[in-house]
T-cell receptor, first 110, second 115 residues
Framework: QKEVEQDPGPLSVPEGAIVSLNCTYS??????FMWYRQYSRKGPELLMY????GNKEDGRFTAQVDKSSKYISLFIRDSQPSDSATYLC??????????FGAGTRLTVKP | EADIYQTPRYLVIGTGKKITLECSQT?????MYWYQQDPGMELHLIHY???????EKGDLSSESTVSRIRTEHFPLTLESARPSHTSQYLC??????????????FGPGTRLTVL
């Protein structure tokens, strides 16, 4: 079983839709949770960073962490065509070993 | 935008050639990483370094080697390229301190094709 599971999609939504991206994990030692966005032919860029459980909002993006369920989510409100990318979840514990999901490819159609 | 650079961006090479993928960062980060990324698969860590003259192998077995003679430079070398080495190679660095600056920043990647 992989430590981090992420639905690879692809996910296609119309412009303006609310997008929900999710990851589950098995290692209860993970404390730091990240979402990266990767455009085609580019490296991943850090989008959201959350420590432990709770919600964090940044503009149209909201990251949620539920450590009791070992489940993290990224919500994108009012999605735009420029949001079309692959979104990778990532997490690590105090030992700094980072684990990544396989990425979900999102397409937002005008 | 993170100041981490990779060259070349694309490389097509024949089997048996020696290649070096370059990675440089101007952020003064101590920690640097090399990942391999294949379509639909999670990133696999192949090498990392926590400082000058410090290198370690990652989770994924790799026939490549790395060196860290200068803080800003972390090249990856394949002595004899094979078609199985065809992949996207991503370099990342990480600084110290709190919040998001403590997380990894990635370069644009090198897409390697070995014929």
């Amino acid at each position: 079983q992989k430590e981090v599971e992420q639905d690879p999609g692809p996910l296609s939504v119309p412009e303006g839709a609310i997008v929900s991206l999710n990851c589950t994990y098995s290692n209860s030692a993970f404390q730091y949770f990240m979402w990266y966005r990767q455009y085609s032919r580019k490296g991943p860029e850090l989008l959201m960073y959350t420590y432990s459980s709770g919600n964090k909002e940044d503009g149209r993006f909201t990251a949620q962490v539920d450590k009791s369920s070992k489940y993290i989510s990224l919500f994108i409100r009012d999605s735009q065509p420029s949001d079309s990318a692959t979104y990778l979840c990532a997490m690590r514990g105090r030992n700094n070993d980072m684990r990544f999901g396989a990425g979900t490819r999102l397409t937002v159609k005008p | 935008e993170a100041d981490i650079y990779q060259t070349p961006r694309y490389l097509v090479i024949g089997t048996g050639k020696k290649i070096t993928l370059e990675c440089s960062q101007t952020m003064g980060h101590d920690k640097m990483y090399w990942y391999q990324q294949d379509p639909g698969m999670e990133l696999h860590l192949i090498h990392y370094s926590y400082g000058v003259n410090s290198t370690e192998k990652g989770d994924l077995s790799s026939e490549s080697t790395v060196s860290r003679i200068r803080t800003e430079h972390f090249p990856l070398t394949l002595e004899s390229a094979r078609p199985s080495h065809t992949s996207q190679y991503l370099c990342a660095s990480r600084g110290g301190g709190g919040y998001s600056y403590n997380e990894q920043f990635f370069g644009p990647g090198t897409r390697l094709t070995v014929l």
